[in-house]
T-cell receptor
Framework: GAVVSQHPSWVICKSGTSVKIECRSL??????MFWYRQFPKQSLMLMAT?????????EQGVEKDKFLINHASLTLSTLTVTSAHPEDSSFYIC??????????????FGPGTRLTVL | KQEVTQIPAALSVPEGENLVLNCSFT??????LQWFRQDPGKGLTSLLL?????REQTSGRLNASLDKSSGRSTLYIAASQPGDSATYLC???????????FGEGTQLTVNP
């Protein structure tokens, strides 16, 4: 099956610094990538949808200037958390879709990145 | 706005028991529904995907059904094992390449 990787798997940073998280589709071209956030004991909430070569579409309540998303190629999307604060501490998960997997448009999920802001 | 609810929030059963997890959604205009498994601190593993035109899907000891008109899906796990312990999430999507809307999950514990 299709594989999606994320790097790093976990990161600890100081308040006020920026952190970049990478999401890669390893064996397929991802026309669309999604970024989700999951707080402890809660479900996944979509933050933004990105299509290769175009600006990301953010969900209501998600600050686009704080969570910068770049989908520069068909295999890589990055999420940069700028000026991180402790309340940004969460589990960030990306998913990728080629839009052509037997017509099911299946989203393949990465393993997630645990961000802790001190 | 689509809302997805999963019942129960947590479930503890002895090994070998058959069990059913429930998922309901408020907007029946879905494209497909997926069941995922999530182990603590890990990403998601897709278990079963049911297209809106389908009634059920099976994979090994897992069987998922979909009743789109009533906005319900069930995940049936036969002969549960301790290795089945995880959080099970259901999610629906409205269209091709559309966002997934997740339920809050059912945390399953299977006791040896």
């Amino acid at each position: 099956g299709a594989v999606v990787s994320q790097h790093p798997s976990w990161v600890i940073c100081k308040s006020g610094t920026s952190v970049k998280i990478e999401c890669r589709s390893l064996d397929f071209q991802a026309t669309t990538m999604f970024w989700y956030r999951q707080f402890p004991k809660q479900s996944l909430m979509l933050m933004a949808t990105s299509n290769e070569g175009s600006k990301a579409t953010y969900e209501q309540g998600v600050e686009k200037d704080k969570f910068l998303i770049n989908h520069a190629s068909l295999t890589l999307s990055t999420l940069t958390v700028t000026s991180a604060h402790p309340e940004d501490s969460s589990f960030y998960i990306c998913s990728a879709s080629s839009g052509s997997d037997l017509g099911t448009d299946t989203q393949y999920f990465g393993p997630g990145t645990r961000l802790t802001v001190l | 706005k689509q809302e997805v609810t999963q019942i129960p929030a947590a479930l503890s059963v002895p090994e070998g028991e058959n069990l059913v997890l429930n998922c309901s959604f408020t907007d029946s205009a879905i494209y497909n529904l997926q069941w995922f498994r999530q182990d603590p601190g890990k990403g998601l593993t897709s278990l079963l995907l049911i297209q809106s035109s389908q009634r059920e899907q099976t994979s090994g000891r897992l069987n998922a059904s979909l009743d789109k008109s009533s906005g319900r899906s069930t995940l049936y796990i036969a002969a549960s094992q301790p290795g089945d312990s995880a959080t099970y999430l259901c999610a629906v999507t409205r269209g091709a390449l559309s966002r997934l809307t997740f339920g809050e999950g059912t945390q399953l514990t299977v006791n040896p």
